[in-house]
């Protein structure tokens, strides 16, 4: 199966701009959750999707919202850029076993704001 | 709430010397845990988790619920290994909650 896929790779915004984010899962996996990793806050939960619903969300400001299509593709916007959302965007899908929540990652999306 | 703790943010050894990276956490229920690692210039990847209780790349973890830990160990490092590893914690097939991760360095 092909991995979790992101797109873009790399991007370059200013503040103030908005900026939207894709990412495919597995094939059949279902959930999808997205994460912001930096330097100094490692690895934090923004939310995740499952089945075009929102079932989780992490402690971000509104700004930074997501969506999930029928085909299990997801979306990540972030409105009015700050310097501070500069980071590395991952997203990862489930295929949500009963047993484990074990999570694959994508490369992810180098975001930086100037 | 939950947590998970990597207290070191470093961690660096000799190759062929044993490795152990700590991993404590703070959950009322059941956890489910899991140790990932970043290989440079790779993705974050599953190594291990303890549902499995199995032996990857000759890592192992046990979890130990009186003392709320989840640490990684390997008797022999190899140069390899060198990566980030990142603790992390899941409840009820709910959302993954991470530690800040350990970075380990093996030298030659």
């Known amino acids: 199966k092909a991995g979790v896929t992101q797109t873009p790779r790399y991007l370059i915004k200013t503040r103030g701009q908005q900026v939207t984010l894709s990412c495919s899962p597995i094939s059949g996996h279902r959930s999808v959750s997205w994460y912001q990793q930096t330097p100094g806050q490692g690895l934090q939960f923004l939310f995740e999707?499952?089945?075009?619903?929102?079932?989780n969300k992490g402690n971000f400001p509104g700004r930074f919202s997501g969506r999930q299509f029928s085909n299990s593709r997801s979306e990540m916007n972030v409105s009015t850029l700050e310097l501070g959302d500069s980071a590395l965007y991952l997203c990862a899908s489930s295929p949500q076993s009963q047993s484990s929540y074990e999570q694959y990652f994508g490369p992810g999306t180098r975001l930086t704001v100037t | 709430a939950q947590r998970v703790t990597q207290p070191e943010k470093l961690l660096s050894v000799f190759k062929g010397a044993p490795v152990e990276l700590k991993c404590n956490y703070s959950?009322?229920?059941?956890?489910?845990l899991f140790w990932y690692v970043q290989y440079s210039r790779q993705r974050l990847q599953l190594l291990l988790r303890h549902i499995s209780r199995e032996s990857i790349k000759g890592f192992t973890a046990d979890l130990n619920k009186g003392e709320t830990s989840f640490h990684l160990k390997k008797p022999f490092a190899q140069e390899e290994d060198s990566a980030m590893y990142y603790c992390a914690l899941s409840r009820n097939t709910d959302k993954l909650i991470f530690g800040t991760g350990t970075r380990l360095q093996v030298f030659p």
């Open positions: 999707y499952f089945s075009e619903t929102q079932r």
């Open positions: 959950y009322s229920g059941s956890p489910e």
